[in-house]
């Protein structure tokens, strides 16, 4: 068996309302993998930017390529190789956690406290794929009651 | 010009020169149905289930090259052309369906019929539409048409709310689409055209493999050219049956898992298979890691994502088969003398010898091998020959001697047994100058029955050649083969009288059990100009050989009993 690989797709996609079905219906259909999908619309047009982080050997990311240009509004998919890749997560952490450590933490990771209520503190990071795993990581110590990680976004180099 | 969305849709209809529709109203699509009572820019023909009406346009389709239409209604006359849609779609058959949906303002409420039908047919569709506004509705049916026969051709279904079609405004049919998303290469890239050229020039054991897209491209005339030009021996798929013509000396015959041995050896042994509009289908290959494990690979296709998909191709060529072929047989002009590969020829005639494609012939009982070589001998090119899905169908595309392209109408990618009645009487319609049979086995033949009364009504004369085995052979087969004859329930003993089941419904029913009865009733049927079914007692056991068991290597065959021959 070929080895797999990750890799970050971008497709730019007409603004239509089936059309993220289209594109996680092939994904589905075909048996192909999804890690994380995040789709906003491009600012000043009629089109929307879908980054698909996936993984498989080289023939079925070829396949994935290849079957996305297949859909009608689609209009370009790019594999990103030399790309710029970032990811978010927000983190709720019990109000008795310590704010200047958990500020600290998030800080470390290009992030900081975005809201300090009467219960509980939110931190956010946005950073690359694997320093986000990290950081989850090293919320772990301070209890967290909840983590909403976004999907990855992409722009190539 | 000011008028209802259901005028628009007739009116575009016409615009697109459709002459035929078919299918079946209902609530949803009632509007529409108003407006074909007044118009008599088409024909309507109302088939008796709507999964017929969408094989009927496929067969339509099929035989002409043009788009097939149906209509249906929404909901459950929706779910029953999905699986109309999904035989079209593995074919790649240009139709465009449109269907009723319940109004907007009832979308997404579980409404009388509602059901999303732009949600189930995505899979199994090349596009499908939703129209949200009237304004649309001319520019989506252009578009349908255009992506249906564009490209890689395939089923577009067009969903429409009922009030669209009730509203009026103003009709402007475009006389051009631009769907800047959407352009498919036609043109095959010159440098790999060379290239693969030069490994034509270079190769001592090339093969030309047709696929179904030499059919869809209408790329016959030019690709036996190319045979002709460098006397390269050819095998066909399922699917390319008829497009080297059963007399081309150069036609090995059709490969895979009933191919005849020759072919199959042919794959197994080339240096340089040439595929032209095939797509290395698991029913074609056999084991992957074994198919043409000698040879280097040119693949021409239309559809990028074919290429690549299952074997490794060493020149890829994306485009339309005519443009490519044409200019391979520029480059190949003069550059390879005739004997270059006549060793090749002779091995692969060798094998021919060897193991021809053969059965054993009886005095006593039927053998369905035989009807369909009866019906080559007495009808050969007149006739265009459809079928259902079993061993019958592979008979056919073994024994009967197909002459010219859309001569052979099949499901092969989904292997529909029910395709065959409907697709008939769409073929009928489409070439009315030809006589149109279906060869048909006693299981496939009952699940589109209710056709009979459509052909009666409408006067369409399909011949309905039931080779009737009493069995759901090639599951019988396999069990014959692979389940130690445990025929779980494959036994079709119990029958209706099919002579009766014909004539109830209008049609004439006749019962033969022997080879003068068969040509009498044959002979009968084409002088009456009436549907008919002809019910054919062949040999129960009959096996469909050779046989490459599913994931096999090709040139592991099981072949018919030596002895057996001719
Ligand atoms: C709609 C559908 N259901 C089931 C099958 C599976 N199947 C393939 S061949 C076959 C038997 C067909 O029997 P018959 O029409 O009598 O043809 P025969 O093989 O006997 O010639 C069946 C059940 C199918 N292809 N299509
Ligand atoms: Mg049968």
């Given at each position: 068996m070929m080895a797999e690989t990750r890799r970050v797709i971008s497709v730019v996609v007409e603004n239509e309302s089936s059309v993220l079905s289209r594109v996680s219906g092939l994904f589905a259909g075909r048996g192909y993998n999804i890690d994380t999908l995040t789709v906003a619309p491009l600012p000043g047009t009629n089109r929307s930017r879908i980054t698909i982080v996936t993984k498989g050997n080289e023939r079925i990311l070829e396949?994935?390529?290849?079957?996305?240009?297949?859909?009608?509004?689609?209009?370009?998919?790019?594999?990103?190789?030399?790309?710029?890749?970032?990811?978010?997560?927000?983190?709720?952490?019990?109000?008795?956690?310590?704010?200047?450590?958990?500020?600290?933490?998030?800080?470390?990771?290009?992030?900081?406290?975005?809201?300090?209520?009467?219960?509980?503190?939110?931190?956010?990071?946005?950073?690359?794929?694997?320093?986000?795993?990290?950081?989850?990581?090293?919320?772990?110590?301070?209890?967290?009651?909840?983590?909403?990680?976004?999907?990855?976004?992409?722009?190539e180099r | 010009m000011k008028m209802n969305g259901a005028q628009m849709v007739c009116e575009a209809l016409i615009a697109?020169?459709?002459?035929?529709?078919?299918?079946?109203?209902?609530?949803?699509?009632?509007?529409?149905?108003?407006?074909?009572?007044?118009?008599?820019?088409?024909?309507?023909?109302?088939?008796?289930?709507?999964?017929?009406?969408?094989?009927a346009a496929d067969g339509y389709a099929r035989a002409t090259g043009e788009v097939g239409v149906a209509m249906v209604t929404s909901g459950p006359g929706f779910t029953n052309a999905v699986t109309g849609l999904a035989t079209a779609y593995m074919d790649s058959i240009p139709l465009v369906v449109i269907s009723g949906q319940v109004p907007l303002s009832l979308i997404g409420t579980d409404g009388f019929q509602e059901i999303d039908a732009v949600g189930i047919s995505r899979p199994c569709t090349k596009h499908n539409y939703l129209v949200r506004e009237l304004s649309e509705l001319p520019r989506v049916l252009k578009e349908a048409f255009h992506i249906a026969r564009s490209g890689r051709p395939g089923p577009v279904l067009v969903d429409i709310p009922k009030d669209i079609t009730a509203e009026f405004g103003d009709f402007v049919y475009p006389d051009s689409v631009n769907i800047e998303s959407y352009k498919p290469t036609v043109k095959g890239n010159n440098r790999q055209i060379d290239k693969a050229v030069e490994a034509i020039i270079k190769a001592k054991k090339p093969l030309l493999y047709i696929g179904g897209g030499a059919v869809l491209s209408n790329a016959s005339d030019l690709i036996r050219q190319l045979a002709e030009m460098t006397q390269i021996p050819a095998v066909e798929t399922l699917m390319a049956r008829g497009v080297m013509g059963d007399s081309n000396p150069l036609l090995i015959g059709m490969l895979g898992m009933h191919g005849n041995y020759a072919s199959n050896m042919a794959m197994s042994e080339t240096d340089l298979v040439i595929a032209l509009g095939a797509r290395f289908d698991d029913r074609v290959t056999g084991k992957l890691s074994e198919f043409a494990r000698y040879a280097d690979i040119i693949h021409v296709d239309i559809d990028a994502a074919n290429i690549g998909k299952l074997v490794d191709v060493?020149?890829?060529?994306?485009?339309?088969?005519?443009?490519?072929?044409?200019?391979?047989?520029?480059?190949?002009?003069?550059?390879?003398?005739?004997?270059?590969?006549?060793?090749?020829?002779?091995?692969?005639?060798?094998?021919?010898?060897?193991?021809?494609?053969?059965?054993?012939?009886?005095?006593?009982?039927?053998?369905?091998?035989?009807?369909?070589?009866?019906?080559?001998?007495?009808?050969?090119?007149?006739a265009i020959i459809t079928s259902d899905?079993?061993?019958?169908?592979?008979?056919?595309?073994?024994?009967?001697?197909?002459?010219?392209?859309?001569?052979?109408?099949?499901?092969?990618?989904?292997?529909?047994?029910?395709?065959?009645?409907?697709?008939?009487?769409?073929?009928?319609?489409?070439?009315?100058?030809?006589t149109v049979i279906n060869i048909t086995g006693d299981g496939s033949i009952l699940m589109n029955v209710q056709e009979l009364v459509t052909a009666a009504e409408y006067k369409i004369p399909v011949i309905n050649v039931i080779l009737n085995n009493h069995f759901l052979g090639m599951v019988r087969q396999w069990q014959s083969f692979f389940y130690d004859q445990r025929y779980s329930e494959t036994d079709l003993s119990f029958q209706p009288n099919f002579k009766a089941l014909a004539e109830a419904c209008g049609g004439i029913g006749y019962d033969v059990t022997t080879k003068e009865e068969f040509d009498a009733a044959l002979q009968d049927a084409i002088e009456q100009n009436r549907v008919t079914f002809i019910n054919v007692a062949v040999n129960r056991f009959e096996n469909v050989l050779p046989m490459v068991p599913a994931g096999g290597a090709l040139y592991n065959m099981i072949l018919a009993d030596k002895k057996e021959t001719k």
């Amino acid at each position: 068996m070929m080895a797999e690989t990750r890799r970050v797709i971008s497709v730019v996609v007409e603004n239509e309302s089936s059309v993220l079905s289209r594109v996680s219906g092939l994904f589905a259909g075909r048996g192909y993998n999804i890690d994380t999908l995040t789709v906003a619309p491009l600012p000043g047009t009629n089109r929307s930017r879908i980054t698909i982080v996936t993984k498989g050997n080289e023939r079925i990311l070829e396949q994935i390529t290849k079957q996305l240009h297949k859909l009608i509004p689609v209009y370009k998919v790019v594999e990103h190789e030399e790309m710029i890749e970032k990811e978010m997560v927000l983190v709720k952490f019990p109000i008795e956690e310590s704010l200047a450590d958990i500020q600290a933490l998030c800080e470390a990771y290009n992030g900081g406290i975005v809201n300090v209520g009467v219960h509980m503190i939110i931190g956010m990071v946005a950073d690359e794929p694997n320093r986000i795993r990290h950081f989850i990581e090293a919320t772990s110590r301070y209890n967290p009651i909840e983590i909403v990680r976004g999907g990855v976004v992409a722009i190539e180099r | 010009m000011k008028m209802n969305g259901a005028q628009m849709v007739c009116e575009a209809l016409i615009a697109e020169g459709v002459k035929t529709v078919f299918g079946y109203p209902g609530g949803a699509i009632m509007n529409v149905y108003d407006e074909i009572y007044k118009q008599d820019g088409f024909e309507h023909i109302l088939n008796r289930h709507e999964q017929a009406a969408v094989h009927a346009a496929d067969g339509y389709a099929r035989a002409t090259g043009e788009v097939g239409v149906a209509m249906v209604t929404s909901g459950p006359g929706f779910t029953n052309a999905v699986t109309g849609l999904a035989t079209a779609y593995m074919d790649s058959i240009p139709l465009v369906v449109i269907s009723g949906q319940v109004p907007l303002s009832l979308i997404g409420t579980d409404g009388f019929q509602e059901i999303d039908a732009v949600g189930i047919s995505r899979p199994c569709t090349k596009h499908n539409y939703l129209v949200r506004e009237l304004s649309e509705l001319p520019r989506v049916l252009k578009e349908a048409f255009h992506i249906a026969r564009s490209g890689r051709p395939g089923p577009v279904l067009v969903d429409i709310p009922k009030d669209i079609t009730a509203e009026f405004g103003d009709f402007v049919y475009p006389d051009s689409v631009n769907i800047e998303s959407y352009k498919p290469t036609v043109k095959g890239n010159n440098r790999q055209i060379d290239k693969a050229v030069e490994a034509i020039i270079k190769a001592k054991k090339p093969l030309l493999y047709i696929g179904g897209g030499a059919v869809l491209s209408n790329a016959s005339d030019l690709i036996r050219q190319l045979a002709e030009m460098t006397q390269i021996p050819a095998v066909e798929t399922l699917m390319a049956r008829g497009v080297m013509g059963d007399s081309n000396p150069l036609l090995i015959g059709m490969l895979g898992m009933h191919g005849n041995y020759a072919s199959n050896m042919a794959m197994s042994e080339t240096d340089l298979v040439i595929a032209l509009g095939a797509r290395f289908d698991d029913r074609v290959t056999g084991k992957l890691s074994e198919f043409a494990r000698y040879a280097d690979i040119i693949h021409v296709d239309i559809d990028a994502a074919n290429i690549g998909k299952l074997v490794d191709v060493d020149y890829p060529i994306v485009g339309d088969l005519r443009n490519v072929v044409e200019n391979m047989l520029t480059g190949l002009e003069g550059a390879v003398k005739p004997a270059r590969y006549s060793d090749w020829r002779e091995i692969l005639n060798q094998y021919d010898t060897l193991h021809p494609l053969s059965f054993q012939d009886s005095d006593e009982v039927i053998k369905p091998q035989w009807v369909i070589e009866r019906i080559g001998q007495l009808l050969g090119e007149q006739a265009i020959i459809t079928s259902d899905v079993g061993q019958h169908q592979m008979w056919v595309a073994q024994y009967y001697p197909f002459d010219r392209p859309r001569q052979w109408i099949n499901s092969g990618g989904l292997g529909t047994m029910g395709f065959g009645f409907p697709a008939a009487i769409g073929a009928k319609r489409g070439c009315p100058d030809k006589t149109v049979i279906n060869i048909t086995g006693d299981g496939s033949i009952l699940m589109n029955v209710q056709e009979l009364v459509t052909a009666a009504e409408y006067k369409i004369p399909v011949i309905n050649v039931i080779l009737n085995n009493h069995f759901l052979g090639m599951v019988r087969q396999w069990q014959s083969f692979f389940y130690d004859q445990r025929y779980s329930e494959t036994d079709l003993s119990f029958q209706p009288n099919f002579k009766a089941l014909a004539e109830a419904c209008g049609g004439i029913g006749y019962d033969v059990t022997t080879k003068e009865e068969f040509d009498a009733a044959l002979q009968d049927a084409i002088e009456q100009n009436r549907v008919t079914f002809i019910n054919v007692a062949v040999n129960r056991f009959e096996n469909v050989l050779p046989m490459v068991p599913a994931g096999g290597a090709l040139y592991n065959m099981i072949l018919a009993d030596k002895k057996e021959t001719k």
